[in-house]
């Protein structure tokens, strides 16, 4: 299946509120600032090149609001198979958008959210929104103690992957979705002087699914898949750092309830500890139990032990760390390794856990909360625990 897709696009932007000096706000340095919309790290508003719109962030407050205007151009919209008929479109894309971030001693946080109006010439009954959320904040509600994360995603993700998609949401082929997601997150911090520091938290989600504003598409396409909510709690306690020796203990059990009755259960307990040997290289061990997911489906809970052991060499530009282990499914691998140079960062990592699509969906169990959109989240159909 071949498509050619090509487009023109003009923008029209408006700034307001910026607030260019970031260090002005006194926020407490104990503060877990927000993720900006991307999920990453916010980047510098400063030096950048000419026509380079500065993004909104937590570390530089502002509002960005503007709306593009484009025109789209595909020699097969409805994504038809090799030898069957191909139909050419020409689609009209008008896109209102608007992003703000916000950094006070209390709340920081940013706000994404953009509208895509797709106008098909000659085909108006395909005429369709596309919506796109993704806001997140965190809020303190005792300092250096008690804080409270929230996030509201909103988005278009592939039903089947077995089935033709595109990479636009212009493209009619029957194969999405749209996807809300919400967290509520409250966790306490607490410093325990010499044997170190502790977290607390406990997370609410819910994953909604609907085909709701999707032209010649119905909810008949997303059964088997059901909404969902998830419980879970996390603690860690963590040794003092700047030690020859350290160690850290965490717990996590997470439970995700199905609209349609059933429900799955993610847990896992690990002790871990490493030794300096050198100024930048020291030696890593954890032991642990986890779930042990079954062939027929079911969960032994905790009925699995695992163990890993290796290395990490860090210096001023690199951090490498490999490790090597036996988990329930047999030899497990992990490898990380990020260089951070004056003009690029590279970041390259490999690991193997157990999880599902609405675990990584609702980021829990992640470094961070996915992006709609990417291909680490397989098709909404997919709903068996899988290795990732």
Do not use: C
């Not at 006194?26 to 999920?39: E, F, H, I, T």
């Not at 395909?126 to 250096?144: I, K, R």
């Not at 077995?162 to 997150?185: I, K, Q």
């Amino acid at each position: 299946m071949r498509v050619l897709s090509a487009s023109v696009v003009l923008s029209s932007i408006a700034l307001g509120g910026w607030l260019t000096g970031a260090a002005a706000q006194s926020v407490d340095p104990s503060m877990p600032s927000a993720q900006n919309s991307a999920g990453g790290f916010a980047g510098s508003s400063e030096n950048l090149p000419p026509g380079i719109i500065p993004q909104p962030s937590v570390d530089s407050p502002g509002v960005v609001v503007g709306v593009t205007l484009g025109e789209l151009y595909t020699d097969n919209l409805m994504l038809a198979p090799s030898g069957r008929p191909k139909q050419t479109g020409w689609i009209t894309e008008i896109q209102p958008f608007i992003k703000s971030a916000y950094s006070g001693l209390r709340f920081s946080g940013v706000f994404d959210y953009t509208l895509t109006g797709y106008l098909y010439e000659g085909q108006s009954r395909h005429n369709q929104l596309a919506q796109n959320l993704d806001t997140h904040g965190t809020l303190t509600l005792l300092p250096q103690h008690f804080f409270l994360d929230g996030s509201a995603l909103y988005g278009r993700e592939v039903v089947n992957s077995e089935l033709p998609a595109g990479s636009g949401t212009f493209f009619l082929d029957n194969n999405r979705a749209n996807v809300g997601r919400g967290t509520l997150s409250p966790y306490w911090i607490q410093e325990l002087g010499n044997v170190g520091s502790a977290m607390l938290r406990y997370s609410y989600g819910r994953v909604l699914y609907n085909t709701k504003g999707i032209p010649a598409q119905s909810n008949d396409l997303l059964i088997g898949t059901s909404d969902i909510t998830s419980n879970a709690v996390q603690f860690n306690l963590v040794s003092p750092k700047d030690q020859k020796w350290t160690w850290n203990f965490g717990y996590v059990d997470q439970r995700i309830e199905f609209d349609s009755g059933r429900s799955s259960r993610f847990s896992i307990a690990r002790l871990g500890g490493a030794v300096q040997v050198r100024d930048d290289v020291s030696l890593l061990a954890d032991v642990g139990r986890e779930n042990k997911f079954l062939a027929d489906g079911t969960v032994d809970r905790l009925g699995a032990s695992f163990w890993d052991a290796g290395v990490e060499w860090s210096n001023t530009l690199n951090d490498f760390k490999v490790l090597v282990g036996h988990r329930f499914y047999g030899r497990s691998y992990q490898l990380s390794w990020t260089r951070t140079a004056a003009l690029l960062t590279t970041v390259a990592s490999y690991v193997e856990r157990p999880t599902d699509l609405n675990q990584q969906l609702l980021g829990q169990g992640t470094d961070a909360i996915p992006s709609l959109g990417l291909p680490v989240i397989p098709s909404l159909r997919e709903q068996r625990v899988y290795l990732m």
